[in-house]
């Protein structure tokens, strides 16, 4: 099926998609936005349909590793002709922010030449703390009921 916009906001099944709220981009034509499902914040993870199958192995990846502290969870898969749209747990900072926060300054020193790009490869979108981020006012392991309001902050 495909989606329809209203406003800035691609509405494609249950994702409501924030196209000019950009968190970050990827390789191969990678888009992540920030997103509604269900009334739920979400990030948006855009791939090029013709990427569909690595989308299902890292769908595949993500459901396997759910139980994980430092993985983000997935919650649905969306497609139209040209994308794959991964809705996926907002998290507060990136890959690279948290590993300066939780390094150790010589740690930090033999990472400098990781970043910023290299550290956002690695999977800024996919790696998190969820412990840092519940301390921080972040989202939970659990995600929220779903609200009766699809009003975003």
Do not use: W
């Not at 494609?12 to 009334?39: A, C, H, N, W």
């Not at 199958?53 to 769908?59: D, F, I, K, L, N």
């Not at 290299?118 to 840092?132: F, H, K």
Request: with cysteine; proline share 6%.
């Amino acid at each position: 099926g495909g989606g329809y916009y209203e406003g800035d906001e691609l509405v494609i099944g249950r994702l409501r998609v924030k196209m000019s709220e950009v968190l970050g981009y990827g390789s191969q034509g990678t888009t992540v936005f920030v997103g509604v499902l269900d009334g739920r914040r979400v990030a948006v993870k855009r791939l090029l349909s013709q990427f569909c199958e690595v989308a299902q192995g890292e769908v595949d990846l993500l459901i396997r590793a759910d139980a994980h502290p430092s993985v983000v969870r997935y919650f649905c898969k969306e497609q139209d002709g040209d994308f794959v749209y991964l809705a996926l747990e907002l998290c507060q900072g990136s890959l690279s922010h948290h590993v300066e926060k939780n390094s150790e300054p010589s740690q930090n020193e033999k990472l400098k030449h990781l970043r910023p790009k290299q550290l956002e490869a690695l999977g800024g979108a996919a790696v998190r703390s969820r412990e840092q981020g519940e301390q921080e006012g972040g989202p939970s392991p659990s995600p929220p009921p779903p609200s009766s309001s699809s009003a975003a902050a």
